[in-house]
C-alpha cells in the first residue's frame, strides 16, 4: 500500500509511455515517483497487442506486445517506483495537487512537484462518422475487439467487415481470420492505405483479404444484430457515389478510423491543446503550457510505434528531473506552424537554445519530396514520404542561433513534392 | 526470367522489392534499403516465414489475475508460412493456469515445424 502522499515526480498512465517514464525517472535518481494506472494491470494497451514487431529500436530485437510490456513491468518493480493500479485520477488543480478515485482507498489527494501526463488515446466511433441507418448490435472499434479476443476470450460475430485502415484494423483482419472468421474485406475511405505497408503484406496480403481504398460505408442495416452495410465508391472530395452502393452482409462492423488523444484530465488543470494534434502544445522538453507537467505517450499525438513512445517517456523523464532541479523553460518560444502537405508537428514551440527533434507528420503520400523548414534555411530530401510513418529530423541548436533573426519567433514547415 | 515484387516486412520502413529470378534462382534483388531486405526476399522465395501469434486459455489462480482470460502466446522463431493455420488449430486446445512466466516453453516442436510456442508474458507472481 502506498502510504506517503508527497511525490517529486507523478506519472499519470501505466501504458508504454508513463512505464517508460516512471523507469527513467527511478533509474537516474532518487525521487519519490509514483505510477497511477486505472486498469488492473501495468501496459496499457500493449497486452492486447499479441502480435510481433514491437522492439526493434529500443531493445534491438523483434517483441510481441506483451513482452515489449514484461519487460518493462519487471524493470519496474525492480525500481523504486510506487505503482497504484485501479485507480483513476479525477482532477489536477493549479498547485498540482491530484485527486484520485480507487477501488482500495477511496477517494485520496496526492502532492506532487512535478506531473508526467501520459494518457492514451480513444478510438474514434460511429458517432463521429455519422454513418446512416439503424442502430444495431454489432459495431465495434477495432481495439475494443481486440480486448475482447485477446484478453476476455470472446469473439465479436462470424462475418466481419472493417472500415478503415489503420494499423489496429489491419491487425485484426489477420487475427480474426486465424481464429476462423470470415473477414469480408477492409474499406478504405482515402485514395491510400493509413496503416504501415508492412502491415498490408503480412495483415492482408498474406491471408488474401481485399482492401478497397475510395471506398466507405453509407448506410448500416439490421435490428437488433447489424445484418449488412452498404459499401460505397467515394470521389475525389470523399463524397460517396451513390449508383456504386452495393449491400454486403457481415454481422459485425469493425471501426478502425483513427484515434484521438485522451485529455480530458489536461483541460482540467488548464493545459492549452494543439487543435492538430488534439494534444498539450509542448516545448522540445514535452513541458506542457503548465510548469511543471510534462506530456508523452498518445496523449501527446498518436504514435505509429511503441519504441517512439517509450523514447518520448524518457525524454518527460529527464525534463521532469530538469525541471527538479530548478530549470526554468523561457517565456519567448519560436512558434512552429505545420504548413504544406503537414498534418501536425511535435513540438509546436521551441526554445531555440537546445536540440530539437521534430515529429512530423505528413498529410499525404508523397515521392522525392523536399521537407523545408522556412526561416532556418533548412532543407532535407526524402524518398518517400506517407501518412502512417512519422518524419523524425534533428535539428542543432546551432540551426536556430545562426538563424535567430529571419525567423522572427516563426518557423514553418512544408512538404514540397 | 520473372519479376517477383513483395513488401518487406521485417521492420517498419515496409520496402518495395523487386526480385529477378530465373530458373527457380535469384538474379537480383533491388529495392532494399538494408541487409535484412536481401534476407528477407531470399526467404520469401526459398522458405516463406512468419512469426506466429495467438492466444491459449489462462485459468487464473488468483483474484487478481483474472483480469487475463487468455495468455498471448508466440513463435519463438519465424514459422513455415504454409503450416501457419495448422499450428494455430493445435495451438487452441491447449489450457494453462497460473503462474506463467514468459518466456515458458508451452509447446516444444509444434507439430515437427522445429518452432518453439512460448509464453509471451508473465502472469500471476
Redesign the interface.
Given at each position: 500500500m502506498v502510504k506517503d502522499r508527497k511525490y517529486d515526480v507523478v506519472v499519470i498512465g501505466g501504458g508504454p509511455g508513463g512505464m517508460a517514464a516512471a523507469a527513467r525517472v527511478a533509474e537516474l535518481e532518487i525521487k519519490r515517483v509514483l505510477l497511477i494506472e486505472r486498469?488492473?494491470?501495468l501496459g496499457g494497451i500493449l497486452?492486447q497487442c499479441?502480435?510481433?514487431?514491437f522492439g526493434?529500436k529500443i531493445f534491438g530485437k523483434?517483441l510481441?506486445?506483451?513482452?515489449y510490456?514484461?519487460l518493462f513491468?519487471?524493470k519496474i518493480k525492480k525500481l523504486n517506483v510506487d505503482i497504484m493500479l485501479g485507480t483513476m485520477v479525477l482532477s489536477i488543480d493549479e498547485e498540482k495537487n491530484i485527486i484520485v478515485s480507487g477501488k482500495i482507498n477511496g477517494i485520496e489527494k496526492i502532492q506532487t512537484k512535478s506531473i508526467i501526463l501520459s494518457l492514451g488515446c480513444r478510438e474514434r466511433t460511429r458517432g463521429q462518422l455519422n454513418i446512416p441507418g439503424t442502430r444495431p448490435s454489432g459495431i465495434f472499434t477495432a481495439g475494443v475487439v481486440q480486448r475482447m479476443?485477446?484478453?476476455?476470450?470472446y469473439l465479436p460475430g462470424k462475418d466481419i467487415v472493417i472500415l478503415g485502415s489503420g494499423d489496429i484494423g489491419l491487425i485484426m483482419a489477420r487475427r480474426l481470420t486465424?481464429e476462423g472468421c470470415n473477414v469480408k474485406g477492409v474499406y478504405e475511405l482515402m485514395p491510400f492505405s493509413t496503416g504501415?505497408?508492412?502491415n498490408?503484406?503480412?495483415c492482408l496480403?498474406?491471408y488474401d483479404i481485399p482492401l478497397f481504398i475510395s471506398h466507405t460505408v453509407t448506410k448500416i442495416y439490421g435490428n437488433k444484430r447489424i445484418e449488412a452495410v452498404r459499401i460505397s465508391k467515394v470521389d475525389g472530395s470523399l463524397n460517396p457515389i451513390r449508383a456504386s452502393g452495393k449491400r454486403i452482409s457481415c454481422d459485425t462492423l469493425l471501426l478502425s478510423v483513427g484515434l484521438i488523444p485522451e485529455n480530458e484530465l489536461s483541460k482540467t488543470c488548464g493545459i492549452k491543446l494543439d487543435s492538430r494534434t488534439n494534444g498539450p502544445i509542448v516545448d522540445e522538453n514535452l513541458q506542457t503550457s503548465t510548469e511543471g507537467i510534462f506530456a508523452c505517450g498518445n496523449s501527446l499525438y498518436v504514435n505509429?510505434?511503441v519504441d517512439n513512445v517509450t523514447e518520448d517517456g524518457y525524454v518527460a523523464a529527464e525534463s521532469a528531473l530538469n525541471y527538479l532541479r530548478g530549470w526554468k523553460a523561457k517565456n519567448n518560444f519560436i512558434d512552429i506552424k505545420a504548413g504544406k502537405g503537414i498534418a501536425y508537428v511535435v513540438p509546436q514551440r521551441v526554445s531555440g537554445s537546445s536540440d530539437v527533434l521534430f515529429r512530423i507528420r505528413p498529410g499525404r503520400p508523397a515521392r522525392d519530396a523536399n521537407i523545408e523548414f522556412s526561416g532556418l534555411g533548412y532543407k532535407k530530401k526524402v524518398k518517400r514520404v506517407n501518412p502512417g510513418?512519422l518524419v523524425f529530423i534533428k535539428i542543432k541548436k546551432e540551426q536556430f542561433t545562426k538563424a535567430a533573426l529571419p525567423c522572427k519567433g516563426v518557423i514553418g514547415i512544408d512538404i514540397k513534392a | 526470367m520473372s519479376e517477383k515484387k513483395i513488401t518487406c516486412i521485417t521492420c517498419p520502413l515496409g520496402c518495395n522489392l523487386k526480385i529477378n529470378i530465373e530458373n527457380n534462382k535469384i538474379v537480383s534483388i533491388t529495392g532494399n534499403q538494408c541487409k535484412k531486405g536481401i534476407k528477407f526476399a531470399e526467404g520469401e522465395i526459398k522458405d516463406p516465414r512468419r512469426i506466429l501469434t495467438t492466444t491459449i486459455k489462462l485459468k487464473a489462480q488468483g483474484r487478481k489475475e483474472a483480469a487475463f482470460n487468455r495468455l498471448p502466446v508466440r513463435s519463438v522463431a519465424p514459422a513455415p508460412k504454409d503450416k501457419i493455420l495448422e499450428i494455430i488449430k493445435e495451438v487452441r486446445k491447449i489450457k494453462v493456469s497460473t503462474p506463467v512466466k514468459m518466456g515458458d516453453i508451452i509447446v516444444k516442436n509444434i507439430i515437427g515445424s522445429g518452432v518453439d510456442i512460448i509464453a509471451s508474458m508473465s502472469v500471476g507472481n
Open positions: 486498469d488492473l494491470f497486452p499479441i502480435h510481433s514487431g526493434v523483434e510481441a506486445g506483451p513482452q510490456c514484461q513491468i519487471d479476443v485477446n484478453i476476455e476470450g486465424l504501415l505497408i508492412r498490408i503484406a503480412q496480403e498474406d505509429d510505434l510513418e | -
